[in-house]
């Protein structure tokens, strides 16, 4: 069984999604959000919120797997460094954790959860719902995490077919 951490990296607000995948049987575990804005309009003490927030879950949950989303060429430079900066924190607590960082672009995210790479955001909340069985939608930023997470098991488990190596487990971990 997988246990992966899905991650839609913001500077205010970071989404995180996690679930289980045994075969091709999904269960939920968790989501929701880290709440960064917080820490006020300094960066660095929203950085060290994600890194810490980040770190919690990967104590609580131990997933042995985490995706997060690209940073994509926003309008605003300034918003596109600081996306980036929250996507660096949160890659540093998972690989302080000793986990395999897989990223995924928007356009492949959506593509894996809705069908097509244009879809918007009420169709990926919708898919996720209906995937993951929950009773309710999930808030945006988690149901992206979540779409993350489920792109990454679909991927994983494509690239394992294709190369026909098998699943290794290293200390708990996939390799």
Do not use: W
């Not at 091709?24 to 890194?51: E, P």
């Not at 955001?121 to 069985?133: D, E, R």
């Amino acid at each position: 069984m997988s246990i992966i951490l899905g991650i839609d990296p913001g500077s205010r607000l970071t989404g995180y999604g996690v679930i289980a995948q045994q075969g091709r049987k999904f269960t939920y575990l968790g989501s929701g959000c880290i709440k960064a804005i917080a820490s006020g309009d300094d960066l660095a003490g929203r950085l060290q919120t994600i890194f810490a927030g980040v770190s919690e879950i990967i104590m609580q949950f131990n997933p042995n797997m985490f995706a997060i989303e690209q940073v994509f060429m926003a309008k605003n430079p300034d918003s596109a460094l600081k996306l980036g900066q929250a996507r660096g924190a949160a890659i540093v607590a998972a690989t302080n954790a000793k986990l395999i960082v897989a990223e995924y672009s928007a356009r492949q995210i959506k593509k894996s959860v809705v069908g097509t790479g244009a879809a918007d955001k009420a169709q990926v909340q919708h898919m996720v719902k209906t995937i993951l069985k929950l009773p309710a939608t999930p808030q945006a930023d988690a149901a992206d995490a979540l779409a993350v997470a489920l792109c990454h098991a679909h991927s994983y488990d494509s690239l394992v077919k294709m190369s026909g190596q098998v699943k290794k487990t290293v200390r708990g971990r996939l390799r």
